[in-house]
C-alpha cells in the first residue's frame, strides 16, 4: 500500500471507534434509520489501488480492485494525504482537478470527508 492509503487507513482505523464519525454513515430514509452502505474505489497515481467498504457504520480498507464500487475517484495520491492531515477535503480537491469522481455522487463523497473531518477533530 502507498502513502495515502497507510495514512487514511490510520484516519479508518480511529474512524471505527468514534460514534459520532460513524454517525455519517446513516441515514434517515421516509423516518426509518438505514445504514448507509457504499464502496468507494481509490485509482491514484504513485499508488496500488485500494478500496474503502463502509458497512453497518463501520469502514474496512482493502488492498486492490472492488469491480462493484459505487464510488470510484482517480488522482492525486497527495490530495489525499492533505485531506487526512486536515489541509483540504474532498470537495477542494474535485475542485482543483485533483481529484477526479469518475463515478458515483459527490455528495456521497462528501459524507466520507465529514466522518475524517469528525475524527480530525476529536483528535
Known amino acids: 500500500m502507498g502513502v495515502a492509503s497507510e495514512i487514511l487507513k490510520k484516519i479508518i482505523d480511529r474512524m471505527n471507534n468514534i460514534p459520532k464519525?460513524?454517525?455519517?454513515?446513516?441515514?434517515?430514509?421516509?423516518?426509518?434509520?438505514?445504514?448507509?452502505?457504499?464502496?468507494?474505489?481509490?485509482?491514484?497515481?504513485?499508488?496500488?489501488?485500494?478500496?474503502?467498504?463502509?458497512?453497518?457504520?463501520?469502514?474496512?480498507?482493502?488492498?486492490?480492485?472492488?469491480?462493484d464500487a459505487e464510488i470510484v475517484m482517480s488522482g492525486d495520491?497527495?490530495?489525499?494525504?492533505?485531506?487526512?492531515?486536515?489541509?483540504?477535503?474532498?470537495?477542494?480537491?474535485?475542485?482543483?482537478?485533483?481529484?477526479k469522481v469518475e463515478k458515483g455522487k459527490i455528495m456521497d463523497v462528501i459524507r466520507l470527508t465529514r466522518a475524517i473531518t469528525i475524527v480530525l477533530k476529536v483528535s
Open 21 to 67: 464519525a460513524q454517525q455519517v454513515f446513516v441515514t434517515d430514509i421516509g423516518g426509518k434509520t438505514v445504514n448507509w452502505n457504499m464502496t468507494f474505489q481509490f485509482n491514484l497515481d504513485d499508488e496500488d489501488p485500494f478500496y474503502l467498504i463502509i458497512k453497518n457504520q463501520k469502514v474496512n480498507i482493502n488492498p486492490g480492485t472492488a469491480h
Open 77 to 99: 495520491n497527495n490530495a489525499i494525504v492533505k485531506i487526512c492531515k486536515g489541509k483540504g477535503d474532498f470537495t477542494h480537491a474535485i475542485s482543483r482537478e485533483e481529484i
